[in-house]
């Protein structure tokens, strides 16, 4: 059985690292559990599309909420949340290094990364700073609400990047303001010859169609290059791959994911900054294979797909994997991404949109019902409360 000095010890207090503390919690009876995150707030950043287009639609507790509160359920000595960032992870010694912590560093028996990924216009990166994700510094907030006032108060809008963020936010808006080229020009910079690369034609066509029937231009097979914002014209200008060049008041970046990696030894990370593992979701190193007492999981993994919907399977594993480390009972579980159906639900505003359930295309009707009437914020509570 496990003793009471099993130290586990979870960085990152998104739905992964969320779940897998209560998993453990719950499974395990004699255990320790530390959670580090920089901040004591949950997000539920799924529905940021729609309550960054504009402040009303959607009140903040719907979608932030209190990790401490979230595990007040738990003894103090069984549970213990930790705010710090985490600065350094020593594999041998088996500690985590924490920005705050004025004793000695948090030892570990097993250690759990889940720290997720952030965006470019997050971290303010050529993008007008709009948290899509939990900002890496400063109030979650105070961030929400201006990027709030910054699209009321433009009248034209660049947004580059046409996947499924990129699509939602410009669907928002446009319905939020409504489509009058006079309140709001919405243009979306696409670099591809449609919007929602890697899904399929029918999807695309429809996403494209509907974005368009809301007064959203779309500017196809053009990469935004560089964008800068020009303090004296107070306009952002946005240089495209071919060379054009577009003003607009606000521009935001809705392209790629930036793996929150700072603190994670280069051993465990691929040439993309990522952390690879094998099936049982260890964390391997390239040179010596799966590290046994490290687990990652979400999105500062090497999946591709980092969508909500994968991690549900992924903190089963990980925590049926951990309770037979520790208590040597169940079995060792595997992760197959493959076994999963492929689901991508992308409203366009709260009545319509598109998505794909496996290989069949959604329509606007089962788009609305499962998601766009609320970007699944009646059922955020329920991924983080164990």
């Known amino acids: 059985m496990a003793s009471t000095t099993s130290r586990v010890v979870v960085i990152g207090g998104s739905n992964a ?3 897998v503390c209560h998993g453990l919690l719950q499974q395990i009876p004699d255990i320790s559990v530390t959670l580090v995150n920089p ?88 993008s007008f700073p709009a948290p899509f994700k939990v900002p890496l510094e400063g109030d979650l ?29 410009a669907g928002e808006i446009a319905e939020a303001y409504g489509h009058d080229g006079a309140q709001k020009k919405i243009t979306l910079v696409s670099g591809t010859d449609t919007v929602l690369a890697g899904l399929t034609p029918g999807v695309q066509d ?13 500017k196809t097979s053009s990469r935004v290059r560089k964008a800068e914002y020009n303090l004296k014209t107070k306009q952002w ?72 919907l994968r991690i549900k399977p992924q903190v089963k594993t990980v925590v049926a994997n951990l309770k037979k480390d520790l208590t040597g009972e169940g079995s060792v579980s595997v992760y197959r991404p493959g076994d999963q159906i492929r689901v991508m639900v992308i409203p366009v505003g709260r009545y319509t949109g598109t998505g794909l359930l496996g290989n069949w295309k959604m329509c606007g009707f089962m788009v609305s019902f499962f998601k766009g009437r609320d970007f699944l914020t009646s059922k955020a509570a329920s991924f983080i409360e164990g």
């Open 141 to 169: 907030s105070a961030a929400i609400q201006r990027t709030q006032a910054a699209v009321d108060s433009a009248k034209t809008i660049i947004i580059g990047g046409a996947g499924p963020t990129g699509v939602e936010f």
């Open 39 to 126: 901040s004591k707030e949950y997000y539920f950043n799924l529905a940021a599309p729609r309550f960054l287009a504009k402040s009303g639609l959607l009140p903040s507790s719907k979608y932030i909420y209190s990790i401490t509160d979230v595990f007040s359920k738990y003894p103090c000595d069984r549970f213990r949340f930790l705010q710090g960032k985490a600065t350094a992870i020593d594999l041998k010694g088996q500690y985590v290094c924490v920005d705050n912590l004025t004793s000695s560093p948090l030892p570990y028996d097993y250690l759990v990364i889940a720290s997720g990924s952030t965006t470019p216009a997050a971290v303010g990166r050529e």
């Open 237 to 308: 200008v946005v240089t495209l791959s071919a060379g054009e060049v577009l003003t607009a008041d606000l521009f935001i970046s809705a392209m790629g994911s930036v793996p929150n990696n700072d603190f994670i030894p280069q051993s465990l990370l691929n040439q993309e900054g990522w952390v690879d593992v094998d099936e049982h979701l260890r964390a391997k190193a390239p040179q010596r294979g799966a590290v046994p007492n490290v687990y990652a999981l979400g999105d500062i993994t090497s999946f591709t797909d980092r969508l909500l």
């Open 17 to 19: 690292g969320i779940g």
């Open 206 to 218: 429809a996403a494209a169609r509907l974005l368009r029937s809301k007064g959203v231009d779309l």
